[in-house]
């Protein structure tokens, strides 16, 4: 096929404008959705089971479970993954908090297969954004039900999800959050962080361990006309909080040390420094 003959899915399109004008804006925008999500509402304390306590979420968790695991290896083949850097979180025993870039819907089970490079295993819960629990089909089902931990917009909801992270991590498990926020599909570069999945680490005395996924082209094009993609991600050293500074300082010394890793993997990977408000989608992939 020759460059006259792709065509390019409409609403792929808009969203890579929506990414190109906010990396240009900077601040504040590098947070902003850029999908054309339904509308959602309010996730209310009683509505969600975070720990799965309950019968029913326990028995709604296994068969999600079982869908991921098949997921899981669909994922894998897709995306052809590798992981770098297993070394560096073989020996970790104990729970974490677990950073990546977020770029596609897919990922999080990209970053699943990473964490099971430990010698002890943990479970791996996720904490995903308020619209993604009310979305309907398999898709939404899993969203719901495997070992999701859905952010709210009403406060004492979120006072649940702190409880439950804080319990899942002491047992000895992992949580992956996305500090970027939003998703910007097949975004590769770092992109500003929210300070929260430092403060979660911090707080409860566990390490974050910094994920960067980097991307290259298969040499074939979806259906939506843009190259698919290889993933690799690469796992970073994690790092510890500091039992001599305070909760805050850790948090700040965490976020960081996961923004400057994570911005010298694109650049080792990529060849070139990061730079904003230049955004192409062939500029490294």
């Known amino acids: 096929m020759s460059e006259n003959d792709i065509v390019l899915a409409p609403d792929r399109v ?22 054309n999500d339904p509308p959602s509402r309010t996730i209310m304390p009683d509505e969600v089971d975070y720990l799965n306590k309950k019968l029913s979420s326990k028995i709604k968790c296994f068969f999600a479970r079982i869908i991921e695991w098949f997921a899981q290896r669909v994922v894998k083949k897709k995306f052809d993954i590798t992981v770098e850097g297993a070394e560096n979180i073989r020996d970790i025993t104990g729970g974490a908090i677990i950073t990546s870039n977020h770029f596609s819907i897919f990922e999080n089970l990209a970053v699943k297969i990473a964490s099971e490079k430990t010698k002890k295993k943990h479970k791996f819960w996720k904490v995903i954004r308020e619209g993604n629990y009310f979305m309907p089909g398999i898709i939404g089902f899993l969203l719901k039900n495997c070992r999701t931990l859905p952010i709210s917009s009403n406060l004492h909801t979120m006072q649940k999800l702190d409880k439950a992270i804080s319990t899942i991590v002491k047992k000895g498990d992992f949580v992956l959050v996305y500090p970027e926020q939003a998703m910007w599909w097949n975004y590769p570069k770092p992109r500003e ?12 005395n566990v390490p974050v361990i910094p994920c960067f996924v980097t991307f290259s082209k298969m040499g074939t094009r979806g259906e939506n006309g843009y190259p698919d993609l290889k993933y690799t991600i690469h796992i970073m050293k994690p790092i510890y909080p500091d039992p001599t500074k305070t909760v805050r300082e850790n948090a700040r010394l965490m976020h960081d040390y996961n923004k400057r890793v994570c911005h010298e993997k694109y650049e080792e990977i990529y060849g070139i420094p990061v730079s ?10």
Request: glycine share 10%.
């Open 276 to 285: 904003y408000g230049d955004y192409e989608v062939d500029l490294t992939i």
């Open 14 to 35: 808009e969203v890579v404008e929506k990414i190109k004008k906010y990396e240009a804006e900077g601040g504040e925008s590098f947070f902003l959705d850029v999908e």
């Open 193 to 204: 962080y929210r300070i929260g999945a430092f403060h979660y680490a911090s707080k409860n």
